[in-house]
């Protein structure tokens, strides 16, 4: 199978090298050369193409993974795009996060030309990314569900067909709002045992062993009390996501008010200076808004 891979930030360099690795025929683009010639220097049977149109050109499959809506569109889309030079029966697959209209629309406009769409986001961090073991939801036809099963399983561990266009993206995004409003309930959870005076590390021992035990205890307590804020999942990104959601969750004529209180907080901290920081650092908005310190 011959792919093009587009877009090489955090999440996609790793993926793209996951391909390379399990052997796939992959060429790369990314808006930053540099990354891309660094992956093609890594894994000597990787070809780095000068635009999105160069790399899809006489592919089987085209991937990418932005930041959102508009630079899918742009990339796949746009002067330039991945879509000029696609042959009829490509199949793209967007494993970026843009949410459902975004998917829907984009999959029409490749429908008219003849090309086919999945919508594939994925969960995880850059660790799982590296590794080949995100969860990937993906929204579109069963038939090519299975065309990109091969290359979805390279990258994935858990890999879940969801349903029609636009179903990747509206499990991801209720995914998301989910962790977030997780992590941000679990730093209002630690300041109160602070302030309360109670022993940190009795308090996360007893969650992790009981009910109150969750994948952002055991990822983020640690990194929110020592206030580390590697990046691994960018806070403005997350905000992004949660907004997404919301959108969703309007469309649907649902109500969400855990996510909007969660919105609230995450474009705080970005307002703060925190946005290209991990979404850990919605604490320093926590903090802020209750007088308290975790470092106290």
Request: include cysteine.
């Amino acid at each position: 199978m011959r792919v093009a891979f587009l877009g090489l930030g955090i999440m996609g360099s790793r993926m793209a090298a996951r391909l390379a690795w399990e052997g796939f025929e992959l060429t790369v683009w990314n808006r930053t050369a540099a990354r891309a010639e660094e992956l093609g220097a890594s894994y000597p049977g990787v070809e780095v193409a000068a635009s999105p149109q160069a790399a899809a050109t006489d592919v089987d499959l085209v991937i990418s993974m932005v930041v959102d809506g508009p630079q899918v569109e742009s990339v796949l889309l746009g002067p330039g795009g991945a879509a000029e030079s696609a042959s009829q029966g490509t199949l793209f697959v967007d494993c970026s996060t843009i949410g459902p209209k975004a998917a829907v629309a984009i999959g029409a406009r490749l429908e008219e030309r003849g090309l086919r769409f999945l919508d594939a986001p994925v969960t995880g961090s850059s660790p799982k990314a590296a590794d080949g073991t995100l969860t990937i939801m993906v929204g579109g036809e069963r038939d090519d569900f299975e065309r990109a099963l091969p290359a979805l399983e390279a990258m994935g561990r858990l890999v879940v067909h969801t349903g029609p266009t636009g179903h990747g993206q509206l499990v991801k995004v209720i995914n998301n709002a989910v962790a977030a409003t997780n992590t941000t309930v679990l730093g209002q959870a630690l300041l109160v045992a602070s302030r309360a005076g109670a022993d940190l590390d009795a308090v996360v021992k007893v969650m992790g062993a009981g009910s109150g035990n969750s994948a952002m205890l055991e990822l983020k307590a640690g990194p929110m009390r020592a206030h580390d804020y590697s990046t691994l999942f960018k806070l403005d990104h997350m905000l992004k996501d949660v907004r997404l959601c919301l959108e969703a969750a309007d469309d649907a004529g649902a109500q969400f008010g855990f996510a909007a209180l969660t919105e609230r907080v995450l474009a705080a901290a970005s307002e703060l200076g925190y946005g290209d920081a991990d979404f850990v650092a919605l604490i320093e908005q926590l903090e802020r808004a209750s007088g308290s310190s975790l470092r106290a």
